[in-house]
């Protein structure tokens, strides 16, 4: 009997196990740039610091996807779909001058390359709907409690203190009356309020964790923001000014210290000399030094000219969060989580030994708790200390000895004499100022530096 050629096939390896042949995998389509994660983040540290509601140039708005769609005085910012003819490219590549962001370093090409697919793909704004709402806006924030003070300031005159608030410095009439002006910016936190010599312009430093550090400098007459220097990758901490209120001097988390000019924001130098977190800096009395101190112990003194590291003035003992330079001599007070204030020279009377310590003038007495800012009188007799406790102490700087003490509530995070030196105001945890008289350490005067909005009762 002949089988069918089919069938004989067919019988042959029907018991044979079915053997599949692979499947084509899909290759996924490539993740779209996105607006919100990949092109908002490079805006926020190189580009919202000239153009934000405080501060428009060229009248271009950056702070919103809105505002950057709209564009400014030269038209739309971009045409989504065509990267060519948009005008932001043309700014960033400076096919059109001046280059853009103006007076820094270009973007780098990856981060333009960002920009170009993004417009291709369609420029769509992706930002989360819960986002949207923290948004920075031309309007002052609206508070139902008071925020946690982290900085204030007394104008050189007297007249007015500035307290930090959220995205915004309060600045008061002195006596707690009232509110002279509300200046609103775009950084979340202010952790550092300093008046240049003469009081006409205003230093606020801080920024928006883990985004962007800014550096802003309000004129006071005006109540104008005449510039904001936005850098690094997270806030900035312990600025001050120079003598001569031309350079300021800052901390970073990324273990630098940075100094800017004040007229340019000109970044004049990054000097890398800690091997942890930065949190305060100070000027020499001359202007060509500065002492810093951070999270790795370190009081280290360097050149502000050139960026060399001198050498630490201080023994190594616990993390350092503060310093003070005393008014009129070069020698700091720093302080942290040791709790004890050290009063250090910046200059060595003699040659440095392997754990030298001869620059230190004297130890003030245990806190009771972690120092967290320290403040000298106006005429440096006296020296005030917060801390994670409930009291600020008054010293004498001359022999240490307590002279009054101020009892408040809670941590306190920022101090200031005022110019007569007759008042000390603080503020800290619980959102209040307070102000005392330095000889008696009395409480003279309490507020909440912020206007609070209450809760609307709904009825059922």
């Known amino acids: 009997m002949k089988w069918p050629c089919k069938l004989f096939i067919f019988l042959l390896f029907s018991n044979l196990p079915v053997l599949s042949l692979p499947q084509s995998e899909e290759v996924p389509a490539p993740e779209k740039t996105s607006y919100f994660k990949d092109v908002w983040p490079i805006v926020q540290r190189r580009c919202q610091g000239c153009h934000q509601p405080a501060f428009m140039k060229a009248d271009l708005l950056l702070t919103r996807y809105e505002g950057f769609e709209k564009g400014g005085e030269n038209g739309p910012a971009f045409i989504p779909g065509n990267p060519d003819d948009s005008i932001v490219m043309a700014y960033l590549t400076g096919e059109i001058e001046p280059q853009m962001p103006s007076e820094k370093s270009p973007l780098s090409n990856e981060e333009i390359l960002i920009f170009s697919q993004w417009i291709q793909e369609g420029a769509n704004d992706d930002t989360p709907s819960e986002m949207r709402l923290r948004l920075p806006s031309t309007e002052p924030p609206i508070y139902q409690l008071p925020p946690v003070i982290t900085a204030i300031a007394y104008s050189p005159n007297g007249r007015f203190l500035a307290v930090s608030g959220f995205r915004e410095v309060l ?245 200031a004499f005022h110019p007569n030196g007759e008042q000390l105001a603080t503020g800290g945890f619980d959102g209040h100022i307070r102000v005392f008289d330095v000889d008696s350490g009395r409480l003279s005067t309490k507020f909440i530096p912020v206007p609070i909005e209450k809760k609307l009762q709904v009825s059922n």
Request: charged fraction near 25%.
């Open 171 to 415: 600045v008061h009439r002195a006596d707690g009356s009232g509110i002279e002006a509300r200046l609103v910016g775009i950084s979340d936190r202010i952790q550092s309020l300093e008046f240049s010599s003469r009081g006409f312009f205003l230093m606020a430093a801080g920024g928006t964790p883990a985004q962007f550090g800014e550096v802003q400098f309000w004129h006071i007459p005006t109540q104008k923001l005449m510039r904001s220097v936005t850098t690094c990758y997270d806030t900035v901490f312990g600025a001050s000014f120079s003598p001569d209120a031309k350079k300021v001097v800052f901390g970073c988390s990324d273990r630098t210290v940075r100094v800017i000019d004040r007229l340019s924001g000109e970044e004049l130098l990054r000097m890398g000399h800690h091997e942890n977190w930065v949190l305060a800096a100070v000027f020499g009395m001359d202007g060509k030094r500065t002492v810093s101190v951070g999270r790795d112990r370190a009081a280290k003194l360097t050149d502000a000219l050139s960026g060399a590291f001198f050498e630490n003035i201080n023994l190594l003992r616990g993390e350092l969060t503060a310093v003070a330079r005393h008014p009129a001599r070069d020698a700091v007070v720093i302080g942290g989580e040791g709790r004890i204030p050290y009063y250090y020279l910046m200059d060595r009377p003699r040659k440095m030994l392997i754990a030298d310590d001869s620059t230190l003038i004297r130890e003030f007495e245990r806190q009771q708790g972690e120092i967290l800012a320290i403040s000298f009188s106006p005429d440096g007799k006296k020296i005030a200390i917060a801390s994670t406790s409930d009291e600020v102490p008054i010293y004498s700087v001359e022999n240490g000895d307590r002279l009054a003490t101020c009892q408040t509530q809670g941590a306190i995070y920022t101090l």
